[in-house]
Nanobody, 120 residues
Framework: QVQLVESGGGLVQAGGSLKLSCAASGRTFSRYAMAWFRQAPGKDRESVARILWSNGITRYSDSVKGRFTISRDNAKNTLYLQMNDLKPEDTAVYYC?????????????GGQGTQVTVSP
């Protein structure tokens, strides 16, 4: 079983930056794809960014492309999300997730998430 603990959220003005962290434990972190999801009030949870384990390839949703950067430090078992040029529509609870197998395996969420609030 894997444990995921998100941190780094907060309140920021539009145009500002935040860096989220996700500490993972319980598995060999580097073997698996990881991702950041977010869920705004009244909306479904959506994928924001993904990073593959094998080659470090990253993928982003169109809404954050060019503003967010996902990265990982396998030695520290930590996943990051650098968020720049934040917009009020980025306000949500952000969750990290891990895919414990091939790309067909559902994402596993273990943390409580971290709240990001962007004021106009």
């Amino acid at each position: 079983q894997v444990q995921l603990v998100e941190s780094g959220g907060g309140l920021v003005q539009a145009g500002g930056s935040l860096k989220l962290s996700c500490a993972a434990s319980g598995r060999t972190f580097s073997r698996y794809a990881m991702a950041w999801f977010r869920q705004a009030p009244g909306k479904d949870r959506e994928s924001v960014a993904r990073i593959l384990w094998s080659n470090g390839i990253t993928r982003y949703s169109d809404s954050v492309k060019g503003r967010f950067t996902i990265s990982r430090d396998n030695a520290k078992n930590t996943l990051y999300l650098q968020m720049n040029d934040l917009k009020p529509e980025d306000t949500a609870v952000y969750y990290c997730a891990i895919q414990l197998g091939s790309h067909t395996v559902p994402w596993s969420f273990g943390g409580q998430g971290t709240q990001v609030t962007v004021s106009p």
